[in-house]
Structure formats: structure tokens, C-alpha cells
């Protein structure tokens, strides 16, 4: 459920700051590179564990699907909204 919540995230809102600790830093990197990186490991981990007999555990497939199938919802539930900028009211406090 949550890889399908990241699959979602990462259409909804490419360009989005998310804070990771790399390291001894903490940095604001764009969700589309966090959230790639993630699935590109899953990717990677799961050819490892499907060429290997021993596993550990993890079902990086149901990874996997679960990213497809929150990108799949959200292309097909979510409807684009036009944004209108308006101006700004001054307030004068």
C-alpha cells in the first residue's frame, strides 16, 4: 500500500521538496529523485533476489506492483485542475 502511495506522490507532486538525512546532512532533493531512487532499488533488489535461491524476505515484486498500480490509480482517478493565479489582496494590519 505504501509503494503504491509513493506511486502516486511522485506523479502528483514531481518537483516537491522531501528532506533526507544523507550522511551527517539533512537536504531538500526534488520527490521525483527520492522516490525514483527508491524504485530504481527495487528494481535492482528484486533481480537479485529472483537470480539468487536464497531471498531475504522481501517481496520486492509486490513492491513493484504496488508503485505500478499507485501510478495506474492515479492516472486514472485524479482529474488535472487548471490553476488560475490571482492577485494578491493587500491587508493592511
Known sequence: AIAGVLGGYILL???RRVRVWILFWIIGLP???VVGLWFVFQLI???GAISHAEGDS???AAHIGGFIFGLLLVKLFVQPQRVVARPRRRTFF
Open 58 to 60: 522481501i517481496a520486492y
Open 13 to 15: 507532486f514531481p518537483g
Open 31 to 33: 520527490s521525483i529523485i
Open 45 to 47: 533488489s528484486g533481480k
